[in-house]
């Protein structure tokens, strides 16, 4: 808590993590938007993609599917794969932002390639279907088999 309150943005982050998992204390998602906030604020990529699902979802503020959409977005746009997959669903759903299957697939596969194999599966998918892209059934069997592959790093 103290590299927290000093300011650590991954510190930060994490306490917001706890409160809203409620680990070692007692849940609380208002308490978590804050700390995901201050995270957020000290440039923390993860935590502003953790402050758009709140918003999205409705965790301890106001529910705002735009708000929660352009907050996922700046995530996306810093490289965090979590929040590219969660842009894409919004893209792919209309989910704060108007449906647009074509964008949605390019989301998907910037998460695909850093690993992301959820997004994998779903730029599989899209090539299966014809879905905002060219259907292709090999490039479909690739990202399957990627979809399938352990997690990087382990």
């Not at 930060?12 to 804050?34: D, M, Q």
């Not at 905002?132 to 069997?141: C, D, I, L, P, T």
């Not at 690739?142 to 382990?154: D, H, I, N, T």
Request: include cysteine; charge should be positive.
């Amino acid at each position: 808590m103290t590299a927290a309150e000093a300011g650590n943005a991954n510190a930060e982050y994490h306490v917001g993590v706890f409160y809203h998992e409620g680990i070692a204390v007692r849940k609380s998602y208002r308490l978590a938007v804050l700390w995901f906030r201050r995270a957020a604020e000290h440039g923390d990529a993860t935590a502003l993609h953790a402050l758009g699902k709140a918003y999205r979802y409705g965790w301890g503020v106001k529910k705002n599917g735009k708000k929660g959409f352009k907050l996922e977005l700046l995530a996306a746009e810093r490289g965090e794969s979590e929040a590219q997959f969660s842009v894409g669903v919004c893209f792919s759903r209309g989910q704060g932002v108007a449906s647009d299957p074509e964008e949605a697939f390019r989301w998907f596969l910037r998460a695909a390639k850093l690993g992301h194999r959820d997004a994998a599966h779903n730029v599989a998918y899209f090539y299966e279907a014809g879905r905002g892209v060219r259907q292709n059934k090999k490039k479909s069997e690739f990202w399957y088999s990627r979809a399938k592959q352990p997690p990087l790093g382990r």
